[in-house]
């Protein structure tokens, strides 16, 4: 599919992608002109043939990243931006992820790290992840197939970040991989799969544990007076733990 080249947003928050500059562009609210659409630059404002306006923009990370790719369950923003504030992971992190599944938090992290390396068993999702990688136009990052259970190859790391259903096997690996002061993260949707993860780092002489936690987002609908939580709320996801390598 062609990369998404320009994005059409109306004043609340609709977005339409325009692939080929040179064709008209369709949405709910009727056709924009392709001329008006080759003719315009960022910021201009263009009306669709039943008078609806739409402002045109560049896509940046978070539009491309709004059309990955799902096959595995991906990590939600919420949790995501947690991982990022509690590691403090930045422009000269390396970290380790595993499982990639659809890529989502190992992607969202090589846009902000040095650069990332992700795990996965199962060749179908590489597949998703690497089409997800090229969407994103990602170079730091590299997909292994690789089960974490077995061991990590890669050395004084960071960060890892686990999404995997038996964490708490990743421990001995995890210790021989981070830089003392690194941090290992384990993301689980349950939490008797968080209670066996935190248990083994609490018994291990290598990992201080330093909190589990689950974040609970409610939006809000703002409207004039009509001020209240959205009706439809993201249940449960996940809990987070995060450790810290001792030695
Ligand atoms: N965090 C990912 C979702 C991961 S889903 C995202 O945000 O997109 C969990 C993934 O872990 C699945 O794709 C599964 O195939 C993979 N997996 C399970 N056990 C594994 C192991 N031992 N080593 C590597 N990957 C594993």
Redesign the pocket.
């Known amino acids: 599919m062609e990369p998404i080249k320009k994005v059409l947003i109306t004043r609340d928050g609709k977005r339409y992608y325009i692939r080929n500059e040179k064709e008209d562009c369709h949405t709910q609210y009727g056709m924009v002109k392709k001329s008006e659409i080759t003719s315009a630059k960022d910021g201009d404002m263009l009306t669709s043939n039943t008078g609806k306006e739409l402002f045109l923009y560049t896509p940046s990370f978070k539009d491309f990243y709004s059309r990955i790719k799902?096959?595995?369950?991906?990590?939600p923003l919420k949790d995501?931006g947690a991982i990022i504030a509690e590691t403090g992971i930045g422009k000269d992190s390396r970290i380790l992820?595993?499982?990639?599944?659809?890529?989502?938090?190992?992607c969202f992290l090589a846009h902000l790290a040095k650069e990332v390396v992700t795990?996965?068993?199962?060749e179908d999702?590489i597949s998703i992840v690497k089409s997800n990688i090229e969407l994103l136009g990602l170079k730091n990052i590299k997909v292994v197939q690789?089960?974490?259970?077995?061991g990590i190859d890669e050395t004084e790391l960071d960060a890892i970040?686990l999404?995997?259903?038996?964490p708490w096997?990743v421990l001995p690996h995890a210790a021989s991989a981070l830089k003392a002061g690194g941090f290992l993260v384990s993301?689980s949707p349950s939490i008797t799969q968080t209670a066996d993860f935190v248990n083994a780092v609490l018994e291990s002489p290598h990992f201080s544990h330093i909190k589990t936690f689950e974040i609970i987002e409610r939006e809000w609908e703002i409207k004039g007076r009509k001020v209240r939580p959205e009706t439809a709320a993201i249940g449960h996801s996940g809990f987070i733990s995060i450790a810290r390598k001792l030695q």
Do not use: C, N, W
């Not at 799902?70 to 990590?75: D, E, F, L, W």
């Not at 690789?146 to 077995?150: F, G, T």
């Not at 999404?163 to 038996?166: N, T």
């Open positions: 799902r096959g595995a369950q991906i990590i995501i992820d595993a499982g990639a599944g659809s890529g989502a938090l190992s795990y996965e068993i199962r999702f690789k089960d974490i259970y077995q970040t999404d995997v259903p038996e096997l993301y």
